[in-house]
């Protein structure tokens, strides 16, 4: 028997639990209702390919244990792989229920069985994705745009090291970030600048790629736009770029759906008309999107042509009386003024090179009404 998961995930749902069928891929609605009521989810392999013993094995050691539906003896086409399914249980010391006709016509022994099956199996490292990438508020919705990919098209969990869904029961974050790494089933790495990094990597995503690849972790590399070259260790690994938040959804659910049949799992409780738990799509707002580095503030240079500009606008305008600490004096004001200005164009998804010419030719206007003012008699 496995060692307990060291990391809590805070979840809506109680157990995951694998359901191996028949011959037939039709589940009875009976069963599916009384695992969902209890917030049970019932995992099994996707559809649409064949599994191998690598990818059963993954979808089966994530489960607290698992159910039989149908003649345990029959013959056909899944008939080796429920074999395997079976063999994989014994191997890794899960409880294997198996659900007779009897049993599920029963409303009641359906329901003992469901409660004892949970209660008697131990907790194990449950199916997540791990996300690496910006933990900043600023990077909330492009956060919340991958964890609804991934929910949508894997049928699981996407963390992070930070994540509130998280209680882990080492206090190291290095500890922490290590263990999920180490047994996710992906690892979702973006790559996208930000101002404590303008120009380069951030080290610590290179570091968690690092761990992904020595634990031989499957990886999806994103960045926001503009496109550039990865670093050299990366240099042959395929990145897509995106240019909000939709279009980062959107492009994650094509990667995460080419890749179901190896990393997705099948959710039967999403096959019900009115799951107890049901995922939720992505909504973009573009209030929330990461707009770096169109949104990186004022540079030295710009601060002073902003306030040379306003200051020589004062002595344009009043050219009799010459008011040299006017000037001045809206010149400095004028670098007050103008970024948070700026931030109120660029948080209405304005480009920074249209909101900078407004601000520049506003704080002008503003200043040349001044000098005006101060030559009036």
Known sequence: MSAPFPIEIVSPWRADVYLSLGPTVEVPERVLRAFDERRIRLIGAVPEVEPSREQLESL?????????VGDPQSSGQRAAQRELERALAHAMSLQVLHLTDSVIASERLLKEAVESLVVASPIRA???AFFAGRLEKDFCHARAAVRAAVEWELGMPCLWSDDGHLHPTSSGVRETTQTLIRHASLVIADLSLGPENPHHENPSRAHEIGLAIAFGRPIMLSSREPRRYP?????DMQMFFWSDERDLWYRASEWLRAHRGRLGRRVFNRELTSAKVD??????AASQS?????????????FGLIALGAASAVLLTARSQRPY?????????STSVAPPTLRWFQKRGRARALSLAVVSMSMFVVAAGLGYWANTP
């Open 231 to 235: 670093y050299f260790s990366i240099g």
């Open 325 to 333: 600490s006017l000037a001045v004096m809206v010149g400095l004001l």
């Open 126 to 128: 449950p199916a997540y």
């Open 279 to 284: 995922r939720k799509p992505f909504e973009f």
């Open 60 to 68: 089966v050691s994530a489960c607290q244990c698992m159910v039989l």
């Open 290 to 302: 990461y707009r770096w580095p169109e949104t990186k503030p004022l540079s030295p240079l710009e």
